[in-house]
């Protein structure tokens, strides 16, 4: 062939070849449908039913992003998320779903099959937040009246997001659920996710922690509870500490908003028997003082301090008892310190660890720090100091 | 395989312009023998005068002046040749010396030289000089009385600077070349000349500093120029490409400039200029990637805000190189990899657009192209109309019509702004970019990366007479990124750049310490 020709063949080859290739990866925005949120419930004759919230683009001269919901069922979850085309008419999109929501019958019997699809498809991402509805159909949580539009999985995402500074539900994603699922002597647990009626919409709330018990559903805590459970597992990141105070004969109400919380376990043994002292350093600062003692002196902080540790004492035990009788769970990690602390005497406890979990005793040392009394040292009935 | 070997045998033989003349090379000894040859040579040319002298007291001195109308000097003309030879009282005692005498007795212009050649004479009228004729003398004398028009001296119009020297070469060779030599008062600049070109004789210059510039470089260009043919040269763009490394490579591998303070301070990091008469550009030999990025304010504004303009320059180019492929390829390809809210807004503004992403990033920067391309092209009388229009109708209306989706306008305008921010990389800039797109187009990110590490495997392997291309670009020691990342301090720039200025490094000495 001359050199015309051939150049001539390679500049038709060349378009052809390299139109061939990534064409599988190619989608347009506009063709997929991108699912915000998920709720999941169990549909009738043992089937999942799927709510999806999808965000889509409004046109028009504003631009808005608005969210439809759709229903869709099947006998394995991928099988209702693909069926969800015959409904929406485009490819459902999971990389940027923030949200699945769990009703309670799913959560006690179906998990591990969620958790078993949620970490193996390649488009749903390992930060997605995990809830469980209470009380109330997962689909509940989607399906209210939402006249402002704004898409409720991204408000649910920035809820639990946020809850650092509340601490009365931890958030868990995908990833610390399986973590938790794998790891020995430790269970899972999840945010609680219910419907709160103001007077003029409903919209939903977190609070509280689902408990699991390896895989399966036990029961809800309360938001307090929540926070005892937190100050355990060392998790807490802001929040309050809210008591009463019987100070000099006069009723006091604080509120001690905590800024740093570090807890440690120590394990003893008797007889091959572990025994698990918790101790808690917190340091906080004065934020509120209801009730006029005049001057922030020294004796204040002190019996302020005083009366902090025994309100946490009293109420971690009182948590930590109230989740060993009840639901025989060990959301705490007591197993897990042990395991990862002393393995070998894990391993010949492991075995009955349901049994000797709930007989444990635990004792909590808290130690609270009041660090300074924010911007004013004297309460302003006795002056502006 | 024999597609990428040259053909051979195809070039066709280069056709002589010259024609034969009649009468051979050299004058004859009679005026009016060597009156008809040149007459013959310059027929049907009317700009061509022939002035007839006569000596008025010695009759047998009888001459011509040849000239150009309009491009000589009358004022030596007439004063310092014509007025001689008619006034002059010179005796005539031989034949054949006479001119010689003439030259040296009676000829009051500063600027004379004798010749017998034929071809000399012709090119020397061409050119705008004046050749004046003796009957009975083989020689002539050319008398250099060049007076062409030419620009004022003025700011460099395509390399404007707020601070710095603000004046700008001009057409005129010489004076191009006064402008370097004044700057360069040194022994040491060498200016050699040299004629290009078979039918407009362009005279270019050579010029570099002997104890500095590498002769390797200097013997090359030469050979280089020596080795063109070609029939004219009319700007310094045609020697630039023809002479270039890589002619097939879209950067430059020649620099070229309109400023005389950049052409001295490349002169003495040991550059070579070829200054080329009829052309406010000058070239510079060797050109290497870190010069794309320079210019010559960087070096007189204060270092840390020169250093943040080389490095926004830098920045501007990577990024008018990749927006458009990159944002392509992620809405895509690789919607993961935007943040929910970003992909939400790009689907928001993407509904209801007929085009695909692709199509519409090709129909925007052609159209962008377009405009610029008219702004460059249009009398300025309406420039400000077809601005506004492009900005208006092509923004907004397209927007509203929801022939293109919003961020596609965004992307679009980074992408040239940054692309006009660099002027020597602008050409290469804006070809690249559309082949990347379309690399994106089919491979995503994928396509992206293969494409930019197919041109910098391109970069790498070019050099620029010898000197590799990507000099000081892949290190990162402090040495050198002296001048190509950032401008250092003046006292930290104590040597030259290696390889173009081996023979002496030495710019300024250890003990030039800041603040003395």
Redesign the interface.
């Known amino acids: 062939m001359t050199s015309i020709r051939k150049i001539i063949a390679l500049l038709l080859i060349v378009p052809l070849l390299s139109s061939l290739c990534g064409c599988w990866n190619y989608r347009l925005l506009e063709d997929l449908g991108i699912v915000a949120g998920v709720a999941i419930d169990k549909g009738t004759d043992d089937k999942f039913e799927l709510t999806m919230e999808i965000a889509d683009a409004k046109s028009g001269k504003e631009r808005m992003v608005d969210s439809h919901i759709i229903h869709s069922s099947g006998n394995t979850i991928f099988d209702a998320v693909r069926d969800g085309i015959s409904i929406i008419g485009k490819k459902l999109y999971w990389s940027h779903t923030q949200v699945i929501v769990v009703s309670e019958e799913i959560a006690r019997d179906e998990m591990i099959n969620v958790m078993d699809w949620l970490n193996r498809d390649s488009e749903t991402r390992t930060d997605i937040e995990l809830f469980v509805a209470k009380g109330m159909p997962a689909k509940d949580i989607f399906t209210i009246d939402n006249p402002s539009g704004n898409i409720i999985s991204f408000t649910l995402e920035s809820m639990i997001e946020n809850e650092t500074s509340l601490s009365k539900a931890r958030k868990t994603q995908t990833w610390k659920f399986a973590n938790d699922l794998i790891s020995p002597g430790i269970s899972p647990q999840t945010p609680a996710v219910m419907l709160w009626d103001d007077s003029k919409e409903q919209t939903p709330m977190v609070e509280g922690a689902a408990l699991f018990h390896d895989s399966v559903f036990v029961g809800f805590l309360d938001g307090a509870d929540t926070k005892n459970l937190l100050f355990v597992q060392d998790r807490i990141e802001g929040g309050l500490l809210t008591f009463p105070l019987n100070y000099q004969g006069k009723k006091l109400s604080v509120s001690l908003e905590i800024f740093e919380n570090q807890t440690r376990f120590e394990t003893s043994w008797t007889n091959s028997v572990p025994e698990i002292k918790i101790t808690m350093k917190t340091i906080v600062a004065l934020d509120e003082l209801q009730g006029t003692p005049g001057e922030i002196d020294e004796k204040l902080i002190a019996a302020l301090e005083e009366a902090a540790q025994v309100y946490l004492k009293n109420n971690i035990e009182a948590t930590i008892r109230l989740v060993q009788n009840q639901y025989d769970c060990d959301t705490f990690g007591f197993g897990n310190y042990i395991y990862r602390t002393e393995s070998q005497k894990w391993k010949k406890i492991e075995a009955d660890w349901d049994t000797i979990f709930p007989k444990l005793k635990v004792t909590v040392v808290p130690k609270v720090m009041i660090k300074n009394s924010a911007t004013q040292e004297k309460t302003i009935f006795g002056g502006v100091g | 395989?024999?597609?990428w070997k040259k053909?051979k045998g195809q070039e066709e033989d280069c056709p002589p312009n010259e024609q034969k003349r009649p009468g051979g090379t050299e004058l004859a000894f009679s005026l009016e023998e060597n009156l008809a040859t040149l007459r013959s040579i310059f027929e049907s040319d009317d700009m061509i005068q022939f002035r007839i002298l006569e000596n008025k007291s010695q009759k047998a001195i009888q001459g011509c002046v040849i000239y150009v109308e309009g491009m000589t000097d009358h004022q030596i003309l007439d004063e310092y040749v014509i007025e001689q030879v008619i006034s002059s009282d010179v005796p005539r005692y031989t034949r054949t010396d006479y001119l010689e005498e003439l030259q040296k007795k009676a000829l009051l212009a500063s600027n004379l030289c004798l010749t017998q050649d034929l071809q000399k004479i012709t090119d020397a009228v061409l050119v705008g000089n004046a050749v004046l004729l003796l009957d009975g003398s083989p020689k002539a004398i050319i008398i250099y009385c060049k007076n062409l028009e030419s620009r004022a001296v003025e700011e460099a119009s395509s390399e404007q600077a707020v601070r710095g020297p603000r004046d700008g070469f001009t057409e005129q060779l010489l004076v191009n070349l006064s402008l370097i030599r004044r700057r360069v008062t040194s022994a040491d600049l060498k200016c050699q000349y040299k004629y290009i070109g078979r039918v407009t004789k362009t005279k270019v210059c050579i010029c570099y500093l002997k104890n500095i510039a590498s002769d390797q470089i200097v013997k090359e260009l030469e050979h280089r120029l020596n080795e063109l043919d070609i029939d004219g040269i009319v700007d310094s763009g045609y020697i630039q490409e023809i002479i270039k490394d890589s002619p097939f490579s879209p950067f430059d591998t020649i620099g070229h400039s309109e400023r005389p303070d950049s052409i001295v301070g490349k002169l003495l990091e040991g550059r070579v200029a070829l200054v080329v008469d009829g052309s406010p550009f000058v070239l510079t030999v060797p050109f290497i990637f870190p010069e794309l990025f320079q210019t010559p304010e960087d070096y007189y504004n204060n270092f840390i805000f020169a250093s943040f303009n080389r490095m926004l320059r830098i920045f501007g180019a990577v990024l008018a190189l990749f927006v458009p492929a990159i944002y392509v390829s992620l809405?895509?390809?690789h919607?993961?990899l935007l943040p929910?809210p970003l992909?939400?807004?790009?689907?928001?503004?993407?509904?209801?657009?007929p085009f695909?992403?692709v199509i519409e990033a090709f129909l925007m920067l052609i159209v962008f192209e377009i405009l610029r391309e008219a702004g460059a092209r249009m009398p300025t009388a309406i420039g400000q109309t077809v601005s506004i229009v492009g900005a208006l109708v092509l923004g907004e209306a397209a927007v509203d019509a929801?022939f293109i989706a919003p961020s596609m306008i965004i992307i679009v305008a980074l992408t040239g702004i940054s692309a006009l921010m660099n002027t020597k990389v602008q050409g290469a800039i804006l070809v690249l970019r559309f082949v990347f797109l379309?690399l994106a187009a089919?491979?995503?990110i994928?396509?992206v990366i293969f494409g930019a590490l197919c041109l910098i495997t391109h970069l790498m392997s070019i050099r620029s007479f010898g000197i590799p291309y990507m000099l000081k670009e892949g290190s990162i020691r402090y040495t050198d990124i002296k001048d190509t990342l950032i401008r250092a301090p003046w006292w930290y720039m104590r040597l030259r750049p290696q390889l173009i200025a081996s023979k002496n490094r030495v710019r300024m000495s250890r003990h030039a310490k800041k603040g003395t």
């Open positions: 395989m024999n597609l053909r809405t895509n390809f919607q993961e929910t992909l939400l807004s790009i689907a928001a503004g993407r509904y209801d657009v695909p992403t929801k379309i089919f491979m995503g994928y396509g």
